[in-house]
């Protein structure tokens, strides 16, 4: 699966998965974009909820 998807599914909503997903399974949390773009979605996605 191509990183923009994996990425796009974090962005619509799929962030606390992935977050777990990369914990989890130790994949893809090497990669920058990855480790700090995923959590920096979260807390976007929590301050809009709020």
Avoid: C, D, N, Y
């Avoid at 599914?9 to 090497?30: D, P, V």
């Amino acid at each position: 699966m191509p990183e923009i998807t994996l990425l796009g599914i974090a962005a619509i909503g799929g962030s606390i998965g992935a977050l777990l997903g990369m914990r989890i399974f130790h994949h893809k949390t090497l990669h920058l974009k990855f480790k700090s773009g995923v959590p920096v979605i979260l807390v976007l996605q929590v301050a809009g909820v709020l």
